[in-house]
């Protein structure tokens, strides 16, 4: 069955940066896009961007360029996502989704938990 | 960017209710409309896809309707393990975006 496992919490420092793994398993990770997902009480679900893995290829929200960097290693059918120069406001849950026809994200992982804080 | 407004905020019903939410989108999203449900400490699950399309695994008592702007998740009966919130979400232009979410509990 698909599954999409994340790497675990964090808790880093304002002005750092931060890396985000989602490892794929149970299909072939370059058939299908994956999607990156921010999730916070106040602000609720944000879509931040997709990545295709097998060209390489990106869309960000115009809210998240220059924050995130979506990249992926097909050899380990990973997807990772870099967020830079971190404040308090990006403290959030981050979650990958896999998309399916028609840019349906039907498995997420179980997402990664960012604390920003000095 | 497309703006979904998602009504109610909060909910409250008996077994065996039959629950409505609705989403509303500032332009015409031409049913790419998604419904996901999320449990608390969980990550959002894909019930129905594309407006009207039921999600594998996903009890039937769970449908979906709409087309143009508005849109609507209906559970038919409510039983115990609905309790969620509950999350639209449209895919018809990037950026993609979610409605605030419909927080549903038993009365």
């Known amino acids: 069955q698909v599954q999409l496992q994340q790497s675990g919490a964090e808790l880093v420092k304002p002005g750092t940066s931060v890396k985000l793994s989602c490892k794929a398993s149970g299909y072939t990770f370059t058939s299908n896009h994956m999607n990156w997902i921010k999730q916070t009480t106040g602000q609720g679900l944000e879509w931040i961007g997709i990545?295709?893995?097998?060209?390489?290829?990106?869309s960000y929200n115009v809210k998240f360029k220059g924050k995130a960097t979506l990249t992926v290693d097909k050899s380990s059918s990973t997807a990772f996502m870099q967020l830079s120069s971190l404040t308090p406001e990006d403290s959030a849950v981050y979650y990958c989704a896999r998309t399916k026809d028609y840019y349906v994200m039907d498995a997420w992982g179980q997402g990664a938990s960012v604390t920003v804080s000095s | 960017d497309i703006q979904m407004t998602q009504s109610p905020s909060f909910l409250s019903a008996s077994v065996g209710d039959r629950v409505t939410i609705n989403c509303k989108a500032s332009q015409n999203i031409n049913k790419y409309l998604d419904w996901y449900q999320q449990k608390h400490g969980e990550a959002p699950k894909l019930l129905i896809y594309?407006?009207?399309n039921l999600q594998t695994g996903i009890p039937s008592r769970f449908s979906g309707s709409g087309s143009g702007t508005d849109y609507t998740l209906t559970i038919s009966s409510l039983q115990p393990e609905d309790v969620a919130t509950y999350f639209c979400l449209q895919h018809s232009s990037r950026p993609y975006t979610f409605g605030a979410g419909t927080k549903l509990e038993l009365k």
């Open positions: 594309n407006t009207n």
């Open positions: 990545i295709n893995p097998g060209s390489g290829g990106t």
